[in-house]
């Protein structure tokens, strides 16, 4: 199995970007796909996840409300739209899969995940 992310950039506050993690070797309907983010001098942070299963998504609170995941099953891709971008958004993003996964539930939990991409560094800055 292979999780390659892309998408990355520097934007201005208030702007979107649009990240994409590319699976490889598994398919998405029993995969659990999880977003973290590691910022400068700070601890690696979960932002959301995702289940295959439903298609459902959960969000952590500091991005509720701003940020989407959404999946391609013709490209076998998982998204992360980010609108209305901070600042403090600033941080190296990863994403990671974990597969089985039967659940219709996902967790944030950076332990629950196997497989890593190579991290994609988003900027936000004037």
């Known amino acids: 199995a292979q999780v390659v992310e892309s998408g990355g950039g520097l934007v201005q506050p208030g702007g979107s970007l649009r990240l994409s993690c590319i699976v490889s070797?598994?398919?998405?309907?029993?995969?659990?796909i999880g977003w973290s983010r590691q910022a400068p001098g700070k601890v690696r942070e979960g932002v959301g996840c995702?289940?295959?299963?439903?298609?459902?998504?959960h969000y952590g609170d500091s991005v509720k409300g701003r940020f989407t995941i959404s999946r391609d099953n013709a490209k076998n891709t998982v998204y992360l739209q980010m609108d209305n971008l901070k600042p403090e958004d600033t941080a190296v993003y990863f994403c990671?899969?974990?597969?089985?996964?039967?659940?219709?539930?996902?967790?944030?939990?950076?332990?629950?995940?196997?497989?890593w991409g190579q991290g994609s560094s988003v900027t936000v800055s004037s």
């Open positions: 995702f289940s295959g299963r439903e298609s459902f998504a």
């Open positions: 990671a899969l974990r597969y089985p996964w039967y659940s219709n539930t996902c967790s944030v939990e950076q332990n629950e995940y196997k497989y």
């Open positions: 070797g598994f398919t998405l309907d029993y995969s659990a």
